[in-house]
T-cell receptor, first 114, second 112 residues
């Protein structure tokens, strides 16, 4: 039973356009959410995070939106660049002892076409 | 400042063999983690440690053991490898809980 789901295995976007990656979760105890980016043969690298007390967090070209009632978060990349082509994982953690563990989605392969 | 390093980068084992994967971090982080990544599954937590001398089970701990004898090192052991343990293994560390986890480059393990 996947608690964090990324239903789109892949996404292709034209350079300069907006990329929107989606993530759904089922555990209402999750209160902290992160996005990681992964290039082939490398480890994941942290991109951006959001706490459940917020509904939006921005960092340059990257914005994460959180809709708690829908248990949905999304990552917007504007404008998309070819160097953004990578696998993007969303992850979540909860309160108490579960705060120590990140639960990851299965990832979305983003391809930005020049 | 190397961050998180993993040894080895790639290994082939026969069923029943044992091996140890080494993770080292130079950021003085308290928390360390071992994950495995399988196609279509994302990353799943195997074991983690909240400090030197402590370990705890994650989501998929069966068939693995870990040790954290020194703060900077976190070892993952496979006592009797099985083909189901063919995977890419990532180590990560963080300073505090719910803070950014920094990942190593991964170890690709093939069990025949």
């Amino acid at each position: 039973d996947q608690q964090v789901k990324q239903n789109s295995p892949s996404l292709s976007v034209q350079e300069g356009r907006i990329s929107i990656l989606n993530c759904d979760y089922t555990n209402s105890m999750f209160d902290y959410f992160l996005w990681y980016k992964k290039y082939p043969a490398e480890g994941p690298t942290f991109l951006i995070s959001i706490s459940s007390i917020k509904d939006k967090n921005e960092d340059g070209r990257f914005t994460v939106f959180l809709n708690k009632s829908a248990k949905h978060l999304s990552l917007h990349i504007v404008p998309s660049q070819p160097g953004d082509s990578a696998v993007y994982f969303c992850a979540a953690s909860g309160v108490g002892s579960s705060a120590r563990q990140l639960t990851f989605g299965s990832g979305t392969q983003l391809t930005v076409l020049p | 400042n190397a961050g998180v390093t993993q040894t080895p980068k790639f290994r082939v084992l026969k069923t029943g063999q044992s091996m140890t994967l080494l993770c080292a971090q130079d950021m003085n982080h308290e928390y360390m983690y071992w994950y495995r990544q399988d196609p279509g599954m994302g990353l799943r937590l195997i074991h983690y440690s909240v400090g030197e001398g402590t370990t705890a089970k994650g989501e998929v701990p069966d068939g693995y053991n870990v040790s954290r004898l020194k703060k900077q090192n976190f070892l993952l052991g496979l006592e009797s490898a099985a083909p189901s343990q063919t995977s890419v293994y990532f180590c990560a560390s963080s300073y505090q809980v719910q803070e950014t986890q920094y990942f190593g480059p991964g170890t690709r393990l093939l069990v025949l």
